[in-house]
C-alpha cells in the first residue's frame, strides 16, 4: 500500500490548511487511519484518528477543536482539515494507515507556522 500526503506549506498563525493523504488501494479495507506528525529534534507524535467506517475519531488534547480528520472511501483519501494554526503546529505530517497486523506510512508533508 502507497500512501501519498499532499496539501502542506507555509501559513501564518491563525491560518488554515488542509492535508490530503491518497491511498494506494481501497481505504475502506483499512481499519484505522490517522494523522501523525514529527517536529525538529521531537519524537512522532499522533494527532488523529479515523476508523473505516467513521465511526470513531479521536484526537490528541493539542490539537482537539482545531483540527478535524475525516475520509472518503470513494477516493482512497482521508484528510485534515487545520484550522487555528500555532507556531508548534510546525512539524512534518504523516499519513498513516493499518489494516489487519500491517502498518503502512506515507513519505510525509512539511507545515510550517509563522508567527
Known amino acids: 500500500v502507497q500512501l501519498v500526503e499532499s496539501g502542506g506549506g507555509l501559513v501564518q498563525a491563525g491560518g488554515s490548511l488542509r492535508l490530503s493523504c491518497t491511498a494506494s488501494e481501497n481505504t475502506f479495507t483499512m481499519n484505522v487511519m490517522g494523522w501523525y506528525r514529527q517536529a525538529p529534534g521531537k519524537q512522532r507524535e499522533w494527532v488523529a484518528v479515523i476508523t473505516n467506517d467513521g465511526g470513531m475519531i479521536n484526537y490528541a488534547d493539542s490539537v482537539k477543536g482545531r483540527f478535524t480528520i475525516s475520509r472518503d472511501n470513494a477516493k482512497n483519501t482521508m484528510y485534515l482539515q487545520m484550522n487555528s494554526l500555532k507556531p508548534e503546529d510546525t512539524a512534518v505530517y504523516y499519513c498513516?494507515?493499518?489494516?489487519?497486523?500491517?502498518?503502512?506510512w506515507g513519505q510525509g508533508t512539511q507545515v510550517t507556522v509563522s508567527s
Open positions: 498513516h494507515a493499518r489494516r489487519a497486523a500491517s502498518w503502512y
